[in-house]
């Protein structure tokens, strides 16, 4: 298994302005994901974090909303950019070892766009 | 695109009674993910299925995958209010497709 951390837990944020999310491992991860969990919904992926390279985003996510960087392999982060109260979610990161290994989840970054 | 539908999408169950949860696919999987969910926490990995017919326990809880590799069960002997939560199923349709598609959850409370 592995042990993540995010920051912050949670935060309320004014409409116009950007967030960073932090998702850091205790142990190096070869895949390094970004998930969304809307009010009352599941999970949807935004996007898989490259080390060295720009992120992977999904069908509907774009890096100028949703910035990733990936220095190293046990650090990410996600920026929620010009915030609107539709972006109020829970941001989830999550880390695989490879394809064929356990998908573990962080435990999330509640977010609030007032 | 592949969906996952779960059932039931909540349940209510007392102390002690056994359950069970389902998760179908319209596609054959790769790899099917339990997880639970607390109320606006992280998920916990419960267990992870890749084989047709592969059964998995922990503790109290057994996950089976079909042989189709199309449809997975979460089984709970004797539970307890800890059992409480939502539980998703996810899964991967394989190759280099590592995408987890999660199920809607279904709502789990266990009255004492």
């Known amino acids: 298994s592995a042990v993540i951390s995010q920051k912050p837990s949670r935060d309320i944020c004014q409409r116009g302005t950007s967030l960073t999310i932090q998702c850091q491992v205790d142990s190096q991860v070869t895949m390094m994901f970004w998930y969304r969990q809307q009010p009352g919904q599941s999970l949807t992926l935004i996007a898989t974090?490259?080390?060295?390279?720009?992120?992977?985003?999904e069908s509907g996510f774009v890096i100028d909303k949703f910035p990733i960087s990936r220095p190293n392999l046990t650090f990410s982060t996600l920026t929620v950019s010009n915030m609107s109260p539709e972006d109020s979610s829970i941001y989830l990161c999550?880390?695989?070892?490879?394809?064929?290994?356990?998908?573990?989840f962080g435990p999330g970054t509640r977010l609030t766009v007032t | 695109s592949q969906e996952l539908e779960q059932s039931p999408q909540s349940l209510i169950v007392q102390e002690g009674k056994n359950l069970t949860i389902n998760c179908t696919s319209s596609?054959?999987?790769?790899?099917l993910y339990w997880y639970k969910q607390k109320y606006g926490e992280g998920l916990i990995f419960l267990m992870m299925?890749?084989?047709?017919?592969e059964e998995k326990s922990h503790e109290k809880i057994t996950a089976k995958l079909d042989e189709k590799k199309q449809q997975s069960s979460l089984h709970i002997t004797a539970s307890q209010p800890s059992h409480a939560g939502i539980y998703l199923c996810?899964?991967?349709?394989?190759?280099?497709?590592?995408?987890?598609?999660f199920g809607k959850g279904t709502l789990l409370t266990v009255n004492p």
């Open positions: 299925l890749q084989k047709g017919g």
């Open positions: 999550s880390v695989s070892r490879s394809l064929s290994h356990e998908q573990y």
């Open positions: 974090a490259n080390q060295g390279s720009e992120a992977t985003y």
């Open positions: 596609k054959t999987l790769y790899g």
């Open positions: 996810g899964a991967t349709t394989g190759g280099s497709n590592y995408k987890l598609t």
